[in-house]
């Protein structure tokens, strides 16, 4: 099986590049995995820039297999009319299942590959015609759907779904993460915060800067306006001024973040980098988005600084290319 998906997205190396939502994997990052033989992946933005970024990666790749990504809490029209429009080779989809959209998907030719976090999901979008599964453990950066670390989730959904491919998440950042996760069932591997901490991805410096110096990782629900969902990150003053000590935003926040949910989706995904700009240590609101380039650097104190818990090993940015062929090297290693 880690053979044939590969033949059939014709890859080099079982090396994905996980979704950075929010402007933080665009078209340069993918562009860059893709070209060193892994899969690179388009993040969620606004619909306009991820058209945009969707066509510069086609033309650019000229036919490399790349991916867009649909993160279902965030999700818009235009992101799956612009999948679907552009025969977006591959579409990795998170935090959500539309049958009818994996319908309209499939129908398009696109591979679907969907990320979970339990055994229950992927029995149900297996159902439903996913091609491939990303299964996510509990050390992972950024939202976290899954409450059990790799180690225990992926063989269990290894053992019951052994005729798809299965692709490990979470922790995944050299050689010796690969190597655990081959040997744990895994088909290939998905790599997020390896893939940040490079000159390609377009996180801010001073965003990257703080995850270099790293220490330690919160799993909270603090930066939840908008959509209220366990997620990883890197403290910062928003955490140290608000987080209780189980690491949770106050109960009373918690509350008026999902109550704000279903507003929240009337607005244009692009009021993100807007709202950063209001946002204060003082001021318990604070919402999904990553800090890009094109942010204020203040923002670094304000906005979630997604990070997986393998973030105190990683000390260096490198370029995307070398990291696909270390991953992807460690993997064929494992099998020999």
């Not at 990150?233 to 106050?250: F, G, I, L, Y």
Request: hydrophobic fraction near 45%; charged fraction near 20%.
């Amino acid at each position: 099986m880690g053979t044939t998906w590969r033949q059939a997205l014709g890859l080099r190396w079982p090396v994905v590049q996980a979704a950075l939502g929010g402007g933080i994997s665009t078209a340069d990052l993918a562009i860059a995995v893709s070209r060193a033989g892994g899969l690179g992946t388009i993040g969620l933005m606004p619909e306009t820039q991820f058209a945009d970024e969707i066509k510069r990666a086609q033309r650019e790749l000229d036919g490399l297999p790349f991916a867009a990504n649909l993160l279902m809490p965030l999700l818009r029209r235009g992101h799956v009319r612009a999948c679907i429009e552009q025969r977006v080779p591959v579409v990795s989809v998170f935090f959500g299942h539309d049958a009818a959209i994996l319908r309209e998907l499939k129908e398009a030719g696109c591979y679907v590959i969907y990320q979970v976090g339990d055994i229950a999901e992927a029995d149900t979008v297996l159902r439903d015609g996913a091609d491939a599964l990303i299964v996510q453990g509990n050390e992972a950066g950024g939202h976290v759907r899954s409450t059990q670390p790799l180690a225990e989730l992926l063989p269990a959904v290894r053992h019951r779904h052994h005729e798809v491919p299965i692709l490990a998440a979470g922790g995944i950042f050299d050689a010796a993460s690969v190597s655990r996760a081959r040997a744990m069932g895994g088909d290939g591997v998905a790599a997020g915060t390896r893939f940040l901490l490079t000159p390609e991805s377009n996180a801010h410096d001073h965003y990257k800067q703080a995850l270099l110096e790293a220490r330690e990782t919160l799993l909270t629900d603090l930066f939840g306006l908008g959509w209220n969902a366990p997620h990883r990150v890197v403290p910062n003053a928003a955490t140290r001024s608000w987080c209780r000590k189980d690491a949770q935003a106050p109960r009373w926040l918690s509350g008026m973040n999902r109550l704000f949910e279903a507003p929240s989706r009337l607005l244009p995904l692009s009021a993100g980098g807007t709202l950063i700009r209001w946002e204060r240590p003082s001021l318990p609101f604070f919402g999904p988005f990553p800090l890009t380039r094109q942010m204020p650097a203040d923002g670094c104190e304000v906005s979630p600084l997604y990070a997986g818990a393998c973030v105190s090993e990683m000390t260096e940015l490198r370029p995307a290319a070398d990291i696909v062929r270390e991953l992807g090297e460690a993997f064929e290693s494992a099998g020999a």
